[in-house]
Each structure stands twice: as structure tokens, then as C-alpha cells.
């Protein structure tokens, strides 16, 4: 069973062992299940879960500080009467050749509005990107390659 | 108690119908597709969520919250894939840019027949 199916049922046991319906039992049952698979690394092949959950939290929390910062930029744009886009299609050469992780990371940049990916090459090299705004193609590559690549390598990895 | 989650539940449904609304003005104001999509990500992403979470905070209620997350979800993996196969089929198909688009490292990849796509090659070409 792969372990974060066992730590749901963890969640949900400990919630019917509370009696109880409310989200909050379900989180603390989480918890309690994580910390259970967390000791029981050493015996079961649960390790590589237990390291990757905070990662996939933080990932989390990341991507909606980076959704709600560019959606208030992108309207920020929209409002003003003066033109501060400056759009372009930049090429971003990717560190990874696993189409899962290529996978993520198109889809989260397209959630992102100001970022849409267009297509990615044949040969899984570069990922083409269509930003908003485009001050320096340099700057945006390396904007993408620190902050979402990164941490989708991680995640995945 | 009452009163607070109600106050919380408005803010999050006045600023998601906020950025639907300016989701709707950037389609008229954006120049070309590609910068509209930017404009309607807005209403897909931000704009549901604050209100389906608004909805699942004034209800407060676990199957409620539970089926808002599931919407928020479904819709976080379906708007992408939709996004970029209409941005695809647009440039693909040869709707022009905007003007002030600056760079387009894209022009000149594509294969015209076959729609393949060349890795790296050739350096960035600039905007026409």
C-alpha cells in the first residue's frame, strides 16, 4: 500500500475511534499517522514519503504566495490605465528529463497567471513559456529555474 | 462567532467576484490571445477558490468544506491543461503577438508540417 494511502487510513481510523466527524480530528488522526510512519521507517519503505510530505506542504504554501502575488500584479496591469506589460515567449532549459516533474511544473506555471506554458521541445530540453512580463529573458529563466524547478525536483526527485 | 465568520466569508467572496470581474475587464483590454489568457488564468484559479472557500466557511460544515475542496482541486488540475492547449493551438495556428511583446524565443521551432518541436539549437531569435 503505498504509505500516503495508509496515512489517510490512519486519519480516518483515528477519526472513528474519536467518534467524530469534524476536520479537526481528521487533521490531528494525520499527524498522529505521519508520526506512526515517520517510526516505522526503519522496517517498512516508508522513508521517502516521510522526508517528501514536508516538501510537498512547503510546495504548497509556495506556490499560493507565488499564485496570489502574480494574480495581483497581472490585475494590477489590468487596471492601470499606462501599459506596464511587457510580454514575451522565453525558452527555459530544463534541469530534468522526468516527464512527471515537466508535467508539474508546465501545470504550475500555467496556474500562475502571467505564465502560460506553450509547449515543451520533443527531446523534454526546454520548456517555452509565454510571460507577461518580460523585463529580461535572463531574469525570467532563472526566476523559474530557482523558484518552481527547484523546488518540483525536490518534491518528485 | 457568528458574525466574524460571516465578515470573513464576505471579504473572501466580494475579493473573488473582485477578480473575476477584472479577470472579465482584461479580456478587453489585453492586445493580443496569449495576454488575455494571462487576464482569464485569474477567474479560473484565484476567483473560484475565494469563493468556493467563502462558501465552505459560511456553511462551515465538513461535507460542505469537503466537497469545496474537492472543487478547488479539480479545478487547480483541469484549468492548466486547458489553458496551455489553447495558448498550443493559438500560436501553433499563427495568431500574431501583440506588438510590444519583446522577445519570442519560440519563433522558427516549430516544424511547419509536422508540428514537432526542436530542442536546443539554434540561439533566441528576437520579436518581429
Redesign the interface.
Known sequence: MSPLLANLLLALLWMALMGSQQPVHFVLGFLLGYGALALLAPLASTGSYVRKLPHAVAFAIFFLKELVKANLRVAQDVITPRALRRPGVVAVPLSTRNANEIALLANVLTLTPGSVTLDVADDRSVLYVHCMFVDDPEAVRAEIKNGFERRVMELMG | MINVRLVIALVLAGSGCL?ML??G??LL????F??R???S??AA??GAALVVAAVAIALWD?AV?LRALLVSMFL??T???A??AI??AG?ISGVP??E????????G?YDRDTH?????AAG?SE?P
Open positions: 477578480f477584472l479577470a475587464v482584461g483590454r489585453m492586445p493580443d496569449l495576454t489568457m494571462h487576464a488564468s485569474k484559479t484565484l465538513g468544506a487547480l488540475i484549468a492548466p491543461v489553458a496551455h495558448a498550443r500560436y503577438l501583440a510590444e511583446t519583446v522577445v519570442d524565443e519560440l519563433a521551432r514537432e518541436l526542436a530542442g536546443t533566441p520579436a
